[in-house]
């Protein structure tokens, strides 16, 4: 293991360098390899449309499985804070979550497997360490809503009511105009509604979480924590955690936080608990 540590952002900005960037070019390079040969009729022109969206894909995937093994290795033997990296590699879509499907399609030679094996210990550890707290942080912060994401929203909405108007003057079939205004309206509602509540709508202490005035004692919150959920342009930020048995999902995506952030304050709020608990 190297002693010369980098960060984790440098981390993975060079995975998606060398692993992500690399997996749209395979695909691309495919499909046009495909439309070249049925061009020149080498293979029959209807195998060109389904062969983009199977072949492409497959292959793509084929890479990045040997590609993020290698990935794992060089940046897991040289970040300090290997937990940190993780978390970060799942939210930036360059890993997957233990355990996931696609996680278990990482192509790894035995030597590789016992490699990663020992790196992951170093992840458990950072897990397992005595809690250190950060005099910095206060005993509550308070978050709203990001006002910037739900302006850009809100002229997205703008921008499918103004079309949906104009469709509905000028054209014969004025009910696809009218879908559009309506769907613009509806859209709108939410980020307007969030716009109108100044007060914070998520809070986190000594004492808990509270989010909507419903508050949470940290002795009835089990299993916290902070990630991305989906797929693709489909991932969105969300709190988890589990209240008196319940499972409770929060969207982070519209409120003024990162990830990181989050993980950092729900580690702090809760050693605090604890601590003053075991006195």
Same mark, same amino acid.
């Given at each position: #293991?190297?002693?010369?540590?980098?960060?984790?952002?440098?981390?993975? #900005?060079?995975?998606?360098?060398?692993?992500?960037?690399?997996?749209?070019?395979?695909?691309?390079?495919?499909?046009? @390899?495909? *439309?070249?040969?049925?061009?020149?009729?080498?293979?029959?022109?209807?195998?060109?449309?389904? @062969?983009?969206?199977?072949?492409?894909?497959?292959?793509?995937?084929?890479? %990045?499985?040997?590609?993020?093994?290698? %990935?794992?290795? %060089?940046?897991?033997?040289?970040? !300090? !804070?290997?937990?940190?990296?993780?978390?970060?590699?799942? !939210?930036?879509?360059?890993?997957?979550?233990? @355990?996931?499907?696609?996680?278990?399609?990482?192509?790894?030679?035995?030597?590789?497997?016992?490699?990663?094996?020992?790196?992951?210990?170093?992840?458990?550890?950072?897990?397992?360490?005595?809690?250190?707290?950060?005099?910095?942080?206060?005993?509550?912060?308070?978050? =709203?809503?990001?006002?910037?994401?739900?302006?850009?929203?809100?002229?997205? /909405?703008?921008?499918?009511?103004?079309?949906?108007?104009?469709?509905?003057?000028?054209?014969?079939?004025?009910?696809?105009?009218?879908?559009?205004?309506?769907?613009?309206?509806?859209?709108?509602?939410?980020?307007?509604?969030?716009?109108?509540?100044?007060?914070?709508?998520?809070?986190?202490?000594?004492?808990?979480?509270?989010?909507?005035?419903?508050?949470?004692? %940290?002795?009835?919150?089990?299993?916290?924590?902070?990630?991305?959920? @989906?797929?693709?342009?489909?991932?969105?930020?969300?709190?988890?955690?589990?209240?008196?048995?319940?499972?409770?999902?929060?969207?982070?995506?519209?409120?003024?936080?990162?990830?990181?952030?989050?993980? =950092?304050?729900?580690?702090? *709020?809760?050693?605090? /608990? =604890?601590?003053?608990?075991?006195?």
């Amino acid at each position: #293991m190297t002693n010369e540590y980098i960060t984790s952002q440098k981390a993975i #900005m060079r995975g998606q360098l060398v692993v992500n960037v690399p997996v749209m070019i395979v695909m691309f390079a495919v499909a046009v @390899g495909l *439309y070249q040969l049925s061009s020149h009729k080498l293979i029959n022109p209807l195998v060109f449309l389904p @062969g983009t969206f199977l072949i492409s894909p497959l292959v793509a995937w084929i890479y %990045w499985s040997y590609a993020i093994t290698h %990935w794992r290795i %060089w940046a897991f033997s040289r970040v !300090d !804070d290997p937990l940190e990296l993780k978390q970060s590699a799942v !939210d930036g879509g360059l890993i997957w979550k233990d @355990g996931s499907f696609f996680e278990r399609t990482e192509i790894r030679t035995a030597k590789q497997k016992a490699l990663i094996f020992e790196l992951e210990k170093r992840i458990r550890e950072e897990k397992t360490k005595e809690f250190e707290d950060d005099p910095s942080v206060l005993n509550s912060s308070e978050f =709203k809503f990001s006002k910037g994401v739900l302006y850009v929203k809100l002229a997205q /909405n703008t921008l499918i009511i103004a079309v949906g108007t104009y469709l509905a003057i000028s054209s014969e079939e004025s009910y696809v105009g009218i879908f559009f205004v309506g769907l613009g309206v509806i859209l709108s509602n939410r980020p307007f509604t969030k716009l109108s509540n100044v007060l914070p709508v998520l809070i986190l202490s000594n004492d808990g979480i509270a989010i909507d005035e419903r508050t949470y004692n %940290w002795n009835h919150v089990t299993n916290e924590s902070a990630q991305m959920e @989906g797929i693709g342009k489909n991932r969105s930020a969300y709190l988890t955690f589990v209240i008196d048995g319940t499972s409770e999902r929060i969207p982070l995506d519209d409120y003024e936080l990162t990830l990181p952030e989050l993980r =950092k304050l729900l580690n702090i *709020y809760r050693g605090r /608990n =604890k601590a003053v608990n075991n006195r």
